[in-house]
């Protein structure tokens, strides 16, 4: 069960990352500093797995994190979480934060609607 947990966290801060319009680091970012914003992204917007809003530190993470040290993690059966979930429900919350989501945009095993 906490495996699965911690996929969910992972699978909200993927769709934070992707559809909240991030930019691109101008150099590349190292692992450690990746791993920290998966850390960071999956903790402020976790409440999000739980049916709430994304609170206003979430939709900061939203616009800070970076794309490259996210989708490399979005492996199809973490599409597939996604898609269980309900796309469209988290792509809705996401969109709160006033932030685009670009269409046909891919990441890892998902793409965009």
């Known amino acids: 069960m906490r495996s ?4 969910l966290v992972l699978v909200v801060a993927v769709l934070v990352c992707i559809w909240g319009n991030v930019h691109l ?3 590349d970012m ?3 500093e990746c791993k920290e914003e998966r850390k960071l992204a999956g903790n402020a917007c976790r409440p999000v797995l739980y049916g709430q809003n994304p609170s206003a530190n979430c939709c900061q993470r939203i616009r800070v994190t970076h794309v490259e040290c996210i989708c490399p993690y979005v492996s199809p059966k973490v599409a597939s979480i996604v898609r269980a979930y309900g ?4 792509i809705k919350k996401i969109e709160g934060c006033g932030r ?5 945009f891919k990441c890892g ?3 965009t609607p």
């Open 4 to 7: 699965m947990r911690t996929v």
């Open 25 to 27: 680091a101008s150099a």
């Open 30 to 32: 190292s692992p450690t």
């Open 87 to 90: 796309l469209n429900k988290l």
């Open 100 to 104: 685009a989501i670009p269409h046909n």
């Open 109 to 111: 095993s998902i793409t």
